[in-house]
């Protein structure tokens, strides 16, 4: 029995970061000797602001976090009306009797979805944002993902 808490395939595959910008760099490398392929000075950028554009987008997508925090945020939110509950009556006065409990769980459950909508809708600008200060890269970013596409 495996005992550890994670293990790198949930962060690893096949030996390579699997997160955006090392799929966008992959591209960049499998396909640079193309003919075809896009190229930095097309879009007039450079190396440097590439590798900046990444790593922000990628911070912006790590911000999220992992999908165990996630989890543990999403129990904790979730239990919070169920604690006060307990604190603010003696469990054989709950106002809704039996469902009392269910009722808790269910306003724990909107409170977190609402704090999910609310950092997916954050993110969203986030990235907006830096779509709109580095429009160029990030049209080179996009006709690089595109590009394995249209060699279909």
Known sequence: ??????TMSEF???????????????????YKDCDDFPRLEQYKTTQEE????????????DSDGTERSRYT???????????????MYPVNDMPLGQWTLLVAILAGLV????????????MKSRIQRLNRQQPSVCDYVRAVMKYEQTRR
């Open 111 to 122: 409170l977190w979805l609402l704090v999910r909508a609310v950092q997916k809708l954050l």
């Open 50 to 61: 590439l590798d900046n554009y990444l790593f922000d987008y990628q911070a912006i997508l």
């Open 12 to 30: 690893v595959t096949e030996g390579q970061l699997d997160d955006f910008q090392h799929q966008v760099e992959r591209r960049i490398e499998k």
């Open 73 to 87: 945020t999403a129990g904790l939110i979730i239990i919070i009306p169920v604690v006060i509950l307990a604190f």
């Open 1 to 6: 029995m495996d005992n550890r808490l994670f």
